[in-house]
């Protein structure tokens, strides 16, 4: 799993060098309906792929029960990333890591996806992630938040048996499920109505 992390992050890393890699995060933070009418077009995820996302390596779809919480909360789903956003440059040593400080909603450095029975992929919520460490280095004092309410923060317990950060060093991020209504709120973690049922077995299969 973890060579082929690294081997998908080196491989994105060389072929991408798009320009905007550093966001201001100075600038004016936009509505909802603004950073939907800037990721619509990622309900295509060729798109996605064409501006430089990247899958999880493994397509894994990831449920709350694989990061320690009650299955009920449901699932996020499949991750596409942009390593350049956030600022990753190798591969897991001995995690994934990244010195990006990227928040720029309108153009943010992760989509996500939900597996569908036909086996395409529905767009469910877009998200930004920074790594902590990264983040309070550039003089951050306080986390990220947006529309008032702090990122959350994810890092892995070495004392239990799941890993509750999935393979990332610790890190702070928002999800925003503009795509699929989420009876937790707009900006939980997890959403109840996002199932990996169709998802490929062995990838996050419930």
């Not at 919480?69 to 390593?83: K, N």
């Not at 939980?188 to 990996?196: E, L, M």
Request: net charge negative; glycine share 8%.
């Amino acid at each position: 799993m973890r060579a082929k992390i690294g081997a998908a992050v080196l491989t994105a890393v060389t072929l991408i060098c798009l320009p905007g890699a550093k966001a201001d995060a100075a600038s004016k933070e936009p509505s909802l309906a603004e950073i939907r009418a800037a990721t619509e077009k990622y309900r295509d995820v060729k798109v996605a792929l064409a501006e430089g996302y990247i899958a999880d390596p493994g397509n894994i779809c990831e449920t709350a029960d694989m990061m320690g919480r009650p299955a009920s909360d449901g699932a996020m789903g499949v991750h596409y990333f942009r390593p350049d956003l956030l600022g990753i440059k190798g591969p897991p040593n001995p995690r994934v890591d990244g010195d990006g400080t990227h928040t720029d909603w309108l153009k943010p450095g992760i989509l996500i996806y939900e597996p569908q029975a036909d086996g395409s992929l529905a767009l469910v919520a877009v998200e930004n992630l920074v790594f902590a460490k990264a983040w309070h280095a550039a003089g951050n004092k306080e986390r990220p938040s947006y529309q008032g309410v702090p990122y959350d923060h994810m890092a892995d317990d070495p004392k239990t048996k799941v890993d509750e950060a999935h393979m990332f060093e610790p890190h702070y991020d928002r999800h925003v499920w503009l795509y699929r209504e989420n009876p937790k709120g707009m900006f939980a973690q997890f959403n109840p109505n996002v199932s990996c049922k169709h998802a490929k077995s062995g990838h996050g299969q419930h």
